[in-house]
């Protein structure tokens, strides 16, 4: 069964935590990203890895980090230094960094108190 | 140039009736625009998408339309159901081959469709 995950589905963490998202897929994609989702603006690029060992910042990536040292793998690090972390956070992966046809997994619910 | 507008922001619908959701773009270079259906409390699902090549695409009862010339693309939802109530985003990005391909969402339609 094909396809993207994440995990947890919730999260809760103190402000001032650092605190990991997992994402894993098993599409053989080589392009993975990560997207914050806040009501009412949409998504909005955080990384994006096109492949093993590399990765760039996204339009918000002050606060956050990254790694990509397998292909089906790409955590996130929501570290203390993001000032309003509180949201839905969603991975993604394409067949290859060319590729506009983007899979979503189902996405965390981060909430910082 | 690098912005997606989308609208309506929300919409109501009666079961059967055609909502139809509009979005515009500058970014000339623009050439792949998917749509994307997202349930609450769930990840965004790849619905349909379209190139500039073709004015219209149809799967089931979806439909996108898209003006080149007035840069702009829209989804039709034919007999719509109370299970297409969700919110939907537009998005376009760049397909070149080889730089990555960032994906610009619009703000995304909440569509409820009522029995």
């Known amino acids: 069964d094909g396809g993207i995950t994440q995990s947890p589905k919730y999260l809760f963490r103190k402000e001032g935590q650092n605190v990991t998202l997992s994402c894993e897929q098993n599409?053989?994609?080589?392009?993975m990203y990560w997207y914050r989702q806040d009501p009412g603006q949409g998504l909005r690029l955080i990384y994006y890895?096109?492949?093993?060992?590399?990765?760039q910042k996204g339009d918000i990536a002050e606060g956050y980090s990254v790694s990509r040292e397998k292909k089906e793998s790409f955590p996130l690090t929501v570290t203390s230094a993001q000032k309003n972390p509180t949201a839905f956070y969603l991975c993604?992966?394409?067949?290859?960094?060319?590729?506009?046809?983007?899979?979503f997994g189902p996405g965390t619910r981060l909430t910082v108190t | 140039q690098q912005q997606v507008k989308q609208s309506p922001q929300s919409l109501i619908v009666q079961k059967g009736g055609i909502p139809i959701i509009n979005c515009a773009y500058e970014?000339?270079?623009?050439?792949?625009f998917p749509w994307y259906q997202q349930f609450p409390g769930k990840g965004p699902a790849l619905l349909i998408a379209?190139?500039?090549?073709?004015s219209e695409k149809k799967e089931g009862r979806f439909t996108i339309s898209f003006n080149k010339s007035a840069k702009q693309f829209s989804l039709h939802i034919m007999d719509s159901q109370p299970g297409d109530s969700a919110t939907y985003f537009c998005a376009a990005s760049i397909e070149d081959g080889g730089a990555t391909n960032k994906l610009i969402f619009g703000t995304g339609t909440l569509l409820a469709v009522q029995p």
């Open positions: 379209i190139r500039p090549d073709v």
């Open positions: 970014n000339t270079a623009f050439d792949y």
């Open positions: 599409l053989n994609h080589d392009a």
């Open positions: 993604a992966s394409s067949i290859g960094p060319g590729s506009g046809e983007q899979y």
């Open positions: 890895s096109q492949i093993v060992n590399d990765f």
